[in-house]
């Protein structure tokens, strides 16, 4: 079971499935990361932002290093900011997502703003 909220860090794909949900296309899937990357996300949104692409950073591996674009959401230039708590309300789902975090770091997935996933 999911909750509202979900805390990220780099998100490449992030979708949920909830029984009956549609998204418009009839698939089921609701787009978390669509074209405007921070619509289905609680303000304030810290320093998260859109991006094309994400890779860690060849000049510090303990950074992120994001290009222009859509599709991926990160966490801002330093690392560390707000939590992403989505808008609507979510029961039983499936979520599908791909992270990125750079060496050393230590993030999480909330599942309902108490359980986490923790990815080192």
């Known amino acids: 079971m999911i909750g509202k909220h979900l805390?990220?860090?780099?998100l490449v794909?992030?979708?949920v499935s909830a029984r009956g949900a549609q998204d418009g296309r009839g698939s089921g899937w609701i787009e978390l990361i669509p074209v405007d990357e921070l619509d289905a996300w609680k303000k304030p949104h810290g320093e998260w932002r859109g991006a094309g692409d994400v890779k860690v950073d060849p000049r510090n591996p303990r950074m992120l290093a994001a290009?222009?674009?859509?599709g991926?959401?990160?966490?801002?230039p330093k690392g560390k900011?707000?939590?992403l708590l989505t808008t609507r309300d979510f029961g039983d789902v499936r979520v599908t997502l791909e992270f990125l975090i750079p060496r050393g770091s230590n993030s999480g997935i909330k599942m309902?703003?108490?359980?986490?996933?923790q990815i080192l």
């Open 13 to 15: 794909l992030l979708g």
């Open 67 to 70: 290009t222009e674009g859509h």
């Open 7 to 10: 805390a990220v860090m780099a």
């Open 81 to 83: 900011t707000a939590n």
């Open 72 to 76: 991926v959401i990160v966490n801002g």
């Open 112 to 117: 309902e703003g108490l359980y986490e996933i």
